[in-house]
């Protein structure tokens, strides 16, 4: 099968969030599973120059949208089994940032177009071509209308992956024709059409063959408003077409056996190096060196949805568990004020890093003894993961992603690997906060029981990629 990942990032060449990890960890997997499989990104500013000497020139062509009349050059490298496109146009591309810019509606409707434009001159054409998120949803759309003309392009499905529907691609009425380039009718007959805006992900979500997003649990809540952020109409009607595959880890990557970042390499089941990684964190962040201290870590943008609300809530709560807190992220003002405030109350206790730096969050992964993530709304997650897989026990709300892949341990169950409550409530998770800290002191060898089943359980892609193999081939 042949298969196409279209995606506005993709690590190791650019990234923002989780969508970049999938995008450099699923191909991968197909790959080494026998998919013929390539992946198409915009040629942004930030792509290193190391990657940039690795690449082919294959050709240019022009990219008609609407009125513009476009340049568009194609590059190519292969590596691991993966071939990557790379759609180049410096007006669009050459930015200081990926995402957040004025013209992002035009940006990423020019890669969709230019995606669509430059299948017929890709080393294969694609059986399935596999959009993710509204930065790639108007290929489908594209696709649709360019294929009544050009009878080779009839056969591509499609499958679109909502990473997080918070984010839809809004745009005005009038871009329809001006911008995109369509027929007034895509927005008349209400498939691009939504509260009298153009909704992008709205017009993935009609047009795609399949639509999957990243938990099984996150499937099922994007029925109910709370989740959907208005899609909730929308994912009704197309139900039949949806389903939810959890999200992978990159293992080999995420290690800490191999990790050359960490100050020392341990194994489930032989965690003395953890020990000493935890003595590294402690001096470095300026925290009392206390070994029998459980340090308990944040790795998070800090922001609402990400549950840190509640920690605000109960702040003196936790601190009075006789832990010690590292906060790593950065996000909105009002908790980056409220962390750098409490690390000032609590020295020794807190360290407050407002920043983000892999390097540190594996540093701290790896010394800390119990992760905290709170989230009010978390389609898949990946730090908890990244936790479980550092021997960090994992202490969740139930939703998304989250409940898919933390199991409690609190009343006895087997295979339990983390602490879970489920309403969104500052006393419940202060609670469960208590329960994790009270086993972590009273029962050592209960809880190196749950580490085990963290850092042994199996989260690397190669179960989901069998599942969006199922997919492809419906």
């Not at 599973?33 to 390539?38: K, L, M």
């Not at 100050?263 to 060196?289: F, P, R």
């Not at 308990?296 to 609402?304: C, N, P, T």
């Not at 407050?352 to 989230?375: E, K, N, V």
Request: glycine residues 10%; contains cysteine.
């Amino acid at each position: 099968m042949n298969i196409l990942f279209a995606a506005s990032e993709a690590a190791p060449f650019c990234k923002t969030g989780g969508l970049a990890d999938v995008a450099g960890s699923l191909p991968l997997s197909l790959a080494q599973n026998g998919d013929r499989v390539a992946v198409i990104l915009p040629l942004y500013h930030q792509i290193s120059r190391e990657w940039r000497d690795k690449m082919t020139f294959l050709r240019y062509i022009y990219v008609d949208l609407s009125w513009r009349h476009q340049y568009c050059g194609l590059f190519s490298l292969t590596d691991q089994g993966v071939t990557w496109y790379f759609v180049d146009n410096e007006q669009y591309f050459k930015r200081d940032r990926l995402y957040g810019e004025y013209d992002d509606g035009e940006r990423f409707a020019f890669f969709c177009r230019a995606v669509v434009d430059l299948l017929p001159w890709l080393n294969d054409m694609p059986d399935v071509i596999h959009c993710n998120d509204w930065q790639t949803a108007l290929i489908p759309v594209y696709l649709h209308d360019t294929a009544v003309c050009h009878e080779d392009l009839r056969c591509i499905k499609t499958v679109f992956t909502i990473h997080n529907i918070e984010y839809q691609g809004r745009l005005g009425a009038e871009t329809v024709e001006d911008l995109l380039g369509l027929h007034r009718g895509w927005f008349d007959d209400g498939t691009i059409a939504m509260d009298g805006d153009v909704n992008l992900m709205k017009a993935a979500l009609m047009t795609a063959d399949q639509v999957t997003t990243v938990s099984p649990t996150y499937a099922r809540q994007l029925h109910h408003g709370y989740y959907a952020h208005g899609m909730e109409s929308v994912i009704g009607r197309i139900d039949g077409k949806l389903c939810g595959i959890l999200n992978g880890l990159d293992t080999v990557g995420y290690d800490p056996a191999h990790d050359q970042t960490i100050c020392a390499n341990y194994t489930a089941d032989d965690l003395s190096g953890k020990a000493a990684c935890k003595e590294a964190l402690q001096k470095k962040l300026g925290l009392a060196v206390e070994k029998d201290t459980p340090i308990l870590a944040i790795v998070s943008r800090l922001v609402g949805h990400k549950g840190l609300d509640l920690v605000c809530q109960v702040f003196d709560g936790i601190m009075s568990c006789g832990v010690q807190l590292v906060v790593l992220g950065q996000g909105e003002p009002q908790y980056e004020d409220f962390f750098r405030y409490q690390a000032a109350r609590y020295k020794g206790r807190l360290a407050a890093c407002i920043t983000y730096s892999d390097s540190l969050a594996r540093q701290i992964y790896s010394g800390s003894d119990l992760f905290l993530m709170p989230s009010k709304s978390e389609p898949c997650g990946l730090s908890q993961m990244i936790a479980m897989r550092y021997g960090a026990v994992p202490i969740v709300r139930q939703t998304g992603g989250l409940n898919d892949s933390v199991h409690s341990c609190q009343v006895g169950q087997e295979g339990g690997n983390g602490f879970v409550f489920a309403d969104y409530n500052a006393f419940d998770m202060l609670h469960v906060v208590e329960q994790a800290v009270g086993l972590y002191r009273g029962d050592r060898i209960g809880f190196a029981a749950v580490q085990h089943c963290g850092m042994t359980d199996d989260f690397s892609w190669t179960k989901s990629a069998e599942e969006y193999r199922k997919v492809y081939k419906k």
